[in-house]
DNA sequence: ATTTGTGAACATGTTCACAGCT
DNA sequence: AGCTGTGAACATGTTCACAAAT
């Protein structure tokens, strides 16, 4: 919106941009703080800053891919990571015919360099692109070398210690849900909602 | 568990294994009818028969892949996809270069053939993995053929028609996500909970 | 006139605790 | 004795509706 141009914004238009209320919207602005004015709406861009640092985007994020394969290559070179403020700053594999290749300027190094690496760089989130079968055990160095977030796509279920951020994307998981919602019970509760209810 | 050999298995280990809680997993299920047997839990293999037929597990579904880029390749070489059911009959691109070649045997089409195709295979659901800009006028030609779900890994807001299923998948979100649990707020509600509660 | 921020009302989701069955 | 299925109690999340601010 910014792009666009506008320099103060309603709660019903942010509501109809996202897909929900504008009650919705100012409830949850609420819980962080007071960010509008009445009568006129939210400021776009410093409520775009304030968000950035509630959300902890106002940094660069170092991220540590781990996993040269077809799937971490992919995340690689997926363009958005970066505009979104996170880059992929060390590759790690074990297979030795990858190690020692670079990707783009990036050298893929050994998964035992992970805690060198890790410190060195500061690296805090991983990207776990490995085979599932292996994924425990790479999330375990991980997290012995201080890794704090972890973005796991192998379809395994993973345990960590308490302080340890995991997010899974499992995309066979996702398109279970669209089998779901499409079985002949018509429209789902909780389904993803495109409609936007606003205030009366 | 049925690998495992178990035959019978109870609430409490269940909301173990998923990580949830016992009287979770009993009403959850209560949802849907009735499942076990009091005293001795639920039977496995009528349990996970009972459940592929409620998610629509039960066939096999023929999904088609749109966009034949990196992303799109990687899907293609996900085995877990067809491990749980989904299986890539078709691949579609608008690049004339990638179109009449071959992943593995399957053929990368026009999508201008997306008609045809989607009917002649009975496809029903979609992976879009084209890039952003490109996605909504994808998204319609689909949902033009008879396309009912769409699992989309294109950073973009869908606009469908109601009937039809969305599921986004963004990868930079769900870093995003991290980035909020690793501020300075200690442990952060909703996030994903590995500790296990149960029944006293 | 317009739009926020927020208690209060309402709705949905989770946990408790126990009767009822094996 | 052990475990399910489920109302009732409790907790969390959403919407309503309006006073306060510009």
Redesign the pocket.
């Known amino acids: 919106m910014e792009e666009e141009g506008a320099t103060t914004?309603?709660?019903?238009?942010?509501a109809q941009r996202v897909g929900?209320?504008?009650?919705?919207?100012?409830?949850?602005?609420?819980l962080f703080?007071?960010?509008?004015?009445?009568?006129?709406?939210?400021e776009v861009r410093s409520l775009r800053e304030r968000l950035r640092e509630i959300l902890g985007l106002a940094q660069e994020w170092p991220i540590a891919l781990i996993g040269a394969g077809r799937i971490g290559s992919a995340l690689f070179e997926y363009p958005n990571l970066r505009r979104r403020g996170f880059e992929i700053v060390t590759i790690l594999d074990r297979d030795p015919r990858k190690i020692g290749r670079s990707w783009d300027g990036v050298r893929i190094r050994s998964i035992d360099e992970v805690g060198e690496v890790i410190e060195r760089l500061r690296i805090k989130v991983a990207l776990v692109a490995v085979p599932a079968s292996e994924a425990q055990g790479v999330v375990d160095r991980l997290v012995g070398c201080g890794i704090r977030g972890i973005l796991n796509l192998a379809p395994a279920r993973l345990r960590v210690p308490d302080g340890v951020t995991v997010n899974e994307v499992d995309l066979a998981l996702e398109l279970e849900v669209i089998s779901y919602a499409l079985g002949a019970r018509g429209t789902v509760?909780?389904e993803i909602r495109q409609d936007v209810?606003s205030?009366?």
């Not at 929900?20 to 609420?30: E, F, G, M, W």
């Open positions: 914004v309603s709660s019903r238009v942010l929900t209320t504008a009650a919705q919207v100012r409830k949850d602005l609420s703080g007071t960010f509008g004015t009445r009568g006129l709406g939210y509760p909780g209810t205030d009366p």
